[in-house]
């Protein structure tokens, strides 16, 4: 983290724990994800802070999965999370688990039905609702809730031994039906579940809630910052609750604003629904907000990084714009992508006055930006050359500074070409440009006192590779599709991808390898995408080299 910017808010706390001598001045944080999805770009978020903040402090922060709901968590989003965390540069002390505190944090509601502060509930879950009230009006007591503490402790153990269905049953804390916040209305600690846990296989059949499982497991680690996003803020008067009937460690719990991304939806419910309807290829399309899909797209973890340093920490909700996203990777591609050709809409250029069948080489600097270039690369260049049909006009109007009939361009680190003549096939197309070169303007040695005022970009025939270049863009057409009306999915952007099938890249990326930048020069920042091969080589824009996106 930068030294010079002001502190946030969370950091004026720990900063204010530490000269006050709190927790014996250690700093223990932890991100505790539940493995039911892939990470987002909002995770990234509380995985900065937390590690970043143990990293300012001289401390450590557990990774810890809260494995409570086992019928929608699943060991791919287990590993693909802990790859998450680590592409981000991120180490963690311990690698826990909720479920490592089951038999714990039974002991514990056994401790509570002991003390009077919890009980066993045979009502149904609509039942228990409206017994809690509403905001403006007190619950109602039902008829369990004056059991005693022998027959709770004995029916709890029969939940626990698998004698009731799912749903037949729950534990609930005995706090105050009346209290102003609704989470304090004897709030629900463990539900029956005859479901089978990636973890513990089918020891148990009943498991807790958040709410019971997340603040003991702070405290038994010892956990002294416990931070998370705003809607948990009426959660903490109950996490308090906990820790103090309890008497165990005094775990904090400070509340931050979570990441909205504009373009993007942000819920794994959503992001679930794109994937299992096939709107995207999967967690990691490079579309998808998505940690890995992000990944695969070619950001980098410094862009995301520099990114959610950017936005920094506050305790109000607002919206990120996305092109702030965009900004931090272009940046970061600047200064380390290395710079090559590819021509992603094809038209022939022959060169006539170049001999037949001879090759010289080009040199190019791998990246100008970059004192020294990084190296370089030799360029083969023939008399056949492909380039951008954008970059040829039959009709070209004043100022256009590519090639015409009659105009001049440079040829990217080679030659001033003029161009003579164009052939059109059956159609009107035109599908080959004649042009004569300039043999005195060869680039770094050019004696020829012509200037011009266009360069273009190719590709030598001979030697080109064809490739995929998958085309993405944003992947809503709205700012906020999850407050619009109807169905978000209706609000994606038909446009999002656009595949250019034949494109004909340099033979140095041939080569290339997935999370390597590249800026295809005048296009854009690519990246290999992982799926490729040697027979197929794809290749995923990343971002334009500019912020073109204009709304709608």
């Known amino acids: 983290m930068s030294e010079e910017r002001a502190l946030n808010f969370i950091e004026e706390i720990v900063e204010e724990d530490l000269v006050a001598g709190k927790n014996g001045k250690r700093v223990l944080t932890r991100f505790p994800p539940e493995p039911n999805g892939y990470l987002h770009i909002g995770h990234a978020k509380s995985i900065c802070l937390n590690f970043g903040l143990a990293l300012r402090y001289g401390g450590q922060t557990n990774l810890r999965f809260d494995d409570t709901n086992p019928t929608k968590e699943d060991v791919e989003y287990v590993d693909s999370i802990k790859e998450d965390v ?18 714990k944090l039974y002991d514990f509601a056994v401790a509570l039905i002991k003390k009077g502060l919890a009980y066993v509930d045979d009502s149904s879950a609509e039942e228990i609702a409206s017994q809690k009230g509403t905001p403006t009006e007190p619950g109602t007591p039902n008829k369990y809730r004056s059991r005693s503490v022998e027959e709770n402790l004995q029916l ?5 031994a698998g004698k009731y269905p799912d749903g037949a049953k729950v534990l609930r804390a005995k706090l105050d039906l009346a209290a102003p916040n609704m989470h304090l209305r004897d709030p629900l600690m463990y539900r029956i579940k005859h479901t089978h846990h990636h973890r513990t ?6 498991y807790p809630m958040y709410d019971f499982a997340h603040g003991q497991s702070d405290a038994i680690e010892e956990i002294t910052h416990s931070i998370c996003t705003l809607e948990f803020i009426p959660h903490r008067d109950l996490y308090n609750w906990f820790i103090e009937q309890l008497d165990i460690f005094p775990s904090k719990q400070y509340e931050f604003a979570r990441l909205n991304l504009n373009y993007t939806v942000m819920s794994k419910r959503k992001l679930l629904q794109l994937v299992e309807d096939k709107h995207v290829d999967g967690w990691d399309d490079p579309r998808m907000p998505t940690i890995s899909g992000l990944r695969r797209r070619g950001y980098t973890p410094a862009s995301i990084r520099e990114f959610c340093e950017r936005i920094g920490v ?28 590819a021509v992603l809409d094809p038209i022939k250029m022959v060169i006539t006055n170049y001999p037949e069948g001879q090759t010289e080489t080009m040199f190019s600097e791998n990246n100008p930006e970059v004192e020294g270039g990084e190296g370089g ?22 100022k256009f500074f590519r090639l015409g009939v009659g105009l001049m361009a440079r040829l990217k680190s080679a030659y001033i070409v003029k161009c003579d003549s164009f052939v059109k096939d059956a159609d009107g197309n035109v599908t080959e440009i004649h042009c004569t070169y300039i043999p005195e ?99 995923n824009r990343t971002v334009t080299l500019k912020d073109g996106w204009v709304k709608k």
């Open 86 to 103: 680590k592409w981000l540069g991120f180490n963690w002390a311990n690698e826990l688990y909720a479920s490592d505190y089951f038999d």
């Open 156 to 160: 709890f153990a029969d939940m626990k």
């Open 201 to 206: 296989g089918d020891k148990w059949c009943i």
């Open 314 to 341: 506050a305790k109000r909700e607002n919206m990120i714009d996305v092109s702030l996203l965009e900004f931090c990777i272009r940046e970061d591609l600047n200064k380390t992508a290395w710079r090559r050709m």
């Open 377 to 398: 690369r030799d360029i083969p260049f023939s008399r056949e050359l492909w380039i951008e049909r954008e970059d040829f006009m039959e009709e070209p109007p004043k």
């Open 441 to 539: 303007s060869k680039s770094g040695n050019d004696t020829s006192g012509i200037n011009v005022k266009g360069t273009i970009h190719w590709v030598s025939v001979p030697h080109a590779h064809t490739a995929e270049v998958r085309m993405y863009d944003r992947l809503f057409q709205v700012e906020d599709p999850s407050n619009e009306d109807g169905d978000f999915k209706e609000y994606l952007n038909p446009t999002s991808l656009h595949i250019l099938p034949n494109a004909y890249i340099e033979a140095d990326l041939a080569s290339a390898v997935p999370g390597k930048g590249y800026q295809f020069i005048r296009k854009g920042y690519f990246t290999l995408d992982k799926n490729s091969n040697a027979g197929k080589l794809v290749f």
